[in-house]
């Protein structure tokens, strides 16, 4: 049996799930026997870019037109294209604001040159294309994409929690920030998947992961502000990693 084709693409971002891949060090050999990698410009100098693809993986927020374009090829090539990170999957940090005066912002930074630069606001990759499978996390954590692989290769799309960031936490039975220290943690309303990391060291949870689906954002903000947070406290904080269905709901 031939092995499926793979592209491993970055649009704009810090490139962090493009380094968790390539930091599967113990697995980086049966990865490779696993898959034929065409195209991973983070890795190889040497890449087949016309190729068609059964699988890409595609890192970064859509922020310029030539990442718009370059999505859109990406598209065309791959048979299953996954959206990996918060950036892909959200918009991530760089569409926090978004709804902000782009222009202005772009000015107020990068003055008379601005005109001349290729900057869209940020957009996630389903506002621009199908995507067929999302890993958020900033970065994705590498079990879930070895999960992801190894499912993908079999033929199905890989389970990922559902559940929340608290179910992890509670799990690990450490005390509640929120509850206990009256914290602002954003565990209620984050998908689970990083065994509740920042809560293993005793910092809030800031939802770098995105939002469960079914959420109860009232239930949540009800509970937040009964511990003294301002709505608009609230709202900064659930804008953080992107204009998330659950941050524009408690707007
Ligand atoms: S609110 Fe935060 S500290 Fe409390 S259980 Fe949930 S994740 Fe843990
Ligand atoms: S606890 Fe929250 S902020 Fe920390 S890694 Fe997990 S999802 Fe991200």
Redesign the pocket.
């Known amino acids: 049996m031939s092995k499926p084709t793979v592209g491993i693409f970055g649009l704009t971002g810090c490139a962090g799930d493009q380094l968790v891949i390539l930091n599967c060090e113990d697995q980086l050999l049966d990865i490779l026997g696993a898959l034929d990698i065409r195209d991973f410009l983070m890795a190889s100098s040497e890449n087949d870019t016309e190729c068609e693809l059964d699988i890409a993986f595609v890192d970064g927020a859509v922020m310029s037109q030539r990442n718009e374009e370059d999505l859109k090829r990406i598209r065309e090539r791959c048979g299953l294209l996954v959206a990996i990170g918060t950036c892909a999957v959200w918009g991530g940090i760089a569409a926090m604001d978004r709804n902000l005066d782009q222009k202005k912002l772009i000015q107020d930074i990068y003055g008379k040159m601005g005109k001349k630069l290729d900057i869209t606001a940020a957009r996630a990759l389903h506002e621009v294309v199908k995507v067929d499978f999302n890993i958020s996390g900033c970065p994705i954590e590498k079990e879930q994409v070895l999960n992801a692989i190894s499912n993908l290769l079999n033929g199905n799309l890989p389970v990922l929690p559902e559940y ?7 799990v690990r039975e ?8 009256g ?1 602002l ?4 309303m ?1 998908v689970a998947g990083c065994n ?1 990391r ?2 293993e060291l005793g910092i ?2 800031v939802g770098c992961r995105g939002p469960i689906d079914d959420a109860n954002v009232e239930s949540a903000l009800a509970l937040f502000q009964e511990k003294g947070f301002s709505q608009e406290d609230i709202v900064r904080k659930l804008r953080t990693f992107a204009p998330t269905p659950a941050a524009i709901q408690a707007e």
């Open positions: 929340a960031v608290c179910t992890e936490c509670k450490y005390n509640c920030l929120l509850i206990e220290k914290e943690c954003l565990g209620p984050t509740a920042c809560l809030p949870c």
